[in-house]
C-alpha cells in the first residue's frame, strides 16, 4: 500500500458521535494534564530571583565586598599596598614628631606614622582578601556591605580618611 492510499483511508474514516466526543475528551485530558504540569512549576517551585531591593539576600559572614580600614587603628605599614596584586590602595604616611603625643591601637601596638592618605580604588580591587591578612593590627577588613556602585569611576575611589567614610565604622565595627 502506498502512503496516499492510507492517507484516503484515513481521510474516508467515518465521524461518528461517540469518536467525536473520545477527540474531545482527549482534548480536555491533554490540556489539564499539560497545565497540571505548569501549575506545578508555578505554584510548587521556591522562586530563583529575589525581590531586589525590596528583599536583600543576607550574606555569609565570611563573604568579601567592600572593604573598610579602621583607620584610628592603623599604623600605616604599607603592608596591604604590598600585597595588593593590582595596586589599588593608595598609602601616604609621614613619621610623627618626636614631641607629638603617643598613640596606641586598640590592640596596644605603637602609631609611629601619621597617616595622611588611605584610599582605595574599588573599581581596580578584585577582593582577594590579600590584603587584609597580612593587616597586623587587623584594621583592614572586608564588610558584608555589597552595594556601592556608582556612575563614574571616579566615585569609586574611597578615601578613608574623610569623614563620611569613617562614619561607616558605628555601623561596621563591632
Known amino acids: 500500500m502506498s502512503s496516499s492510499t492510507e492517507v484516503n483511508t484515513f481521510a474516508n474514516d467515518e465521524l461518528t458521535v461517540g469518536k467525536w466526543f ?24 521556591k522562586p530563583v530571583t529575589i525581590e531586589y531591593p525590596e528583599v536583600r539576600e543576607e550574606l555569609p559572614k565570611n563573604s568579601r565586598s567592600r572593604l573598610f580600614n579602621d583607620v ?74 555589597y552595594e556601592f556602585a556608582q556612575y563614574t569611576l571616579d566615585e569609586m575611589k574611597y578615601d578613608y580618611l574623610a569623614e563620611d567614610v569613617k562614619a561607616w565604622r558605628e555601623r561596621i565595627v563591632k
Open 22 to 45: 473520545g477527540n474531545v475528551w482527549t482534548a480536555i485530558r491533554t490540556v489539564i494534564k499539560g497545565m497540571m504540569i505548569t501549575f506545578k512549576y508555578v505554584y510548587g517551585v
Open 72 to 145: 584610628e587603628n592603623c599604623i600605616s605599614c604599607y603592608q596591604c599596598a604590598t600585597a595588593c596584586p593590582v595596586d589599588c590602595i593608595y598609602i601616604t604616611a609621614v613619621k610623627r614628631d618626636k614631641d607629638a603625643p603617643a598613640l596606641k591601637t586598640k590592640s596596644g601596638t605603637p602609631i609611629k606614622l601619621d597617616l595622611l592618605q588611605y584610599t582605595i580604588d574599588t573599581a581596580l580591587c578584585c577582593y582577594c582578601g590579600l590584603c587584609t591578612t597580612v593587616c597586623p593590627t587587623e584594621c583592614l577588613t572586608h564588610t558584608t556591605d
